[in-house]
């Protein structure tokens, strides 16, 4: 699977876990919605900065947001 589904799929676990809608963590992140939709969906290559925002954002650390299986092992 492409790194950019890995990471869309990763970021919408947390905000559905966190009851969050795309708008509500688009302004918690300080980044536009659509932008959360395409990186969700994987459409978009997010940039690290945005990444790291998206994390904060979701109250989740770098390390626990990449502890999963999707990015153990394997290639993308």
């Not at 959360?36 to 998206?54: A, D, M, P, W």
């Amino acid at each position: 699977m492409d790194i950019r589904k890995k990471i869309g799929l990763r970021i919408k676990e947390y905000r559905t876990n966190l009851k969050l809608t795309q708008e509500a963590l688009a302004f918690k992140a300080e980044i536009d919605k659509t932008y959360v939709n395409e990186v969700e969906n994987g459409k978009r290559n997010i940039s690290v900065i945005n990444l790291e925002k998206l994390i904060s954002a979701l109250d989740a650390s770098v390390k626990d947001f990449f502890n999963s299986e999707a990015f153990s092992g394997g290639s993308n």
